[in-house]
């Protein structure tokens, strides 16, 4: 009986009378087919065994009938139906068509609260879409990007014309790629041919549609992320900015604003060392300073930018050297070129230049209109020439020379140690604080900006605090100057 039950248990049974037995149940099929033999002392033929199917029949027809099981007195037990792929499909479908439609009436009321980007202003939270206008290469490894505003709204309009009044600014240009963002400072609108040209909006105020394109001096660097990027776009692209960021107001800090307590800047002088693409900060504060609403009466007596480069290329505006009697060109020794003292035959040669590069068309205008208060000077390296302290104390007034009176040591417009301790350069939300002078409030500016390591070379290094930059102390070149007396008068030393 043992044989005939592991006969039956492995093999298909070749009986014609029994075609399909479940494993589980084989017990009636063999006292059927072996009446004489009793399975009542094997136990383990009464308990029910996995499901084993050993017929080609389908299942449903392998299940056993009422029939069948009431003869055993067992019955099945109950089994799930199989889950078919048809309905594991529609709950699949069922669930991703809900997602979907979560997800588009969230895009949908978004959308319906938040500003389309193309439409949305300038501001200091969020990038705005701009258009390249135009791309000029003016140096072999410097060009001037131009870009418009998308969709230049009314309140773009006021925020940009706001900037050019307050003079000095930036702002953040995004690399999308990388995620990244830098400051870069727009150049002033270039000359117009009729000064007196203005478009008028609905408003009836003048306004520069100039002023709407913003120009910014960059300089490809090995290496460099944004610079590279920049310079691979091309005209009708688009690039996103953020800001405007307001800076330094250097009119009220010189003292030549209505805000301050006299508005007289007569006598004070401004020393801007720019290093590379720096001298578009310089030319901010020229604009703001020369051109600026002010009486004349009440203007800077002198402006004088040092402009240092590496190639003699990127010195753009730079008068050609005069011809010694051998025909070589020769420089004079600290590359002084003064508008005021240049000779009729070095304006003839200035105009022969062939080509000039708009930005060096600004910096001759800024020359012809403010022939006895704008000066500027070209270092460069190539040519071993170096901004010097003797170049510094060229500009700056004699030794000895005071210049309005001694500063009150707390005043957050003209104390240098209130300006070493400030937590960042918007003078925007210090409006409201009061001159602490008394009678006549300003000081002469020496302004510095470029790459860090030549800041730090000329003003020491600004410091970190509470994830800003502070002014920090002053150090370098000009600290040395300072604190030697070798420079007269009330200073300011602006870090940009």
Known sequence: MHQITRWLGHMRPPLSGLQAVRFGYRESAIQQRYPHQSLSAKSSFRQPLPQRHFSALSARQNRASPSQTSSTGTQPPAQQPPRTKGGRFKSWALFNIAGISVFVATAVVVKSVWPNDK???????????????????????????????????????????????????????????????????????????????????????????????????????????????????????????????????????LGSSSSDSTGQAAGRVVVFVAGGTGVAPALQVARRLLDGPEPDETKPAAMSILWANRAAADALGRPLPPTSASGRGSWLPSSWWRCGVQSDKTQERQEQTAEESSLARQIRDLQRRHPSRFYISYFVDAEATRISSQDIQRAAPTSGQQLGLPPAKTCPWHSPAALANLPDDDDAKRQDTACGCGGDGGANLACVSGPDGFVEAYAGAKRWHAGGEMQGPVRGLLGRLLADGDVGGNWLVLKI
Not at 157 to 169: F, K, N, Q, Y
Not at 180 to 208: C, F, M, Q, W
Not at 223 to 250: C, N
């Open 119 to 253: 439409n949305k202003a300038l501001n200091k939270t969020s990038f705005t879409p701009f258009t390249i206008v135009s791309k000029e290469q003016v140096s072999p490894t410097a060009f001037v990007l131009s870009v418009r505003a998308g969709a230049a709204s009314a309140t773009t309009r006021a925020r940009l014309r706001e900037a050019w009044d307050h003079g000095l600014w930036s702002v953040e240009i995004k690399q999308p790629q990388l995620q990244i963002a830098r400051h870069y400072t727009p150049l002033p609108p270039p000359p117009r041919a009729h000064e007196e040209e203005k478009n008028n909006d609905d408003s009836g105020k003048n306004v520069d549609e100039d002023e709407e394109i913003l120009r910014f001096l960059i300089r490809r660097v090995d290496g460099g992320e944004m610079s590279t990027y920049l310079s691979r776009l091309r005209v009708g692209g688009a690039v996103w900015l953020r800001g405007p960021h307001l800076g330094f107001d250097v009119a009220r800090r």
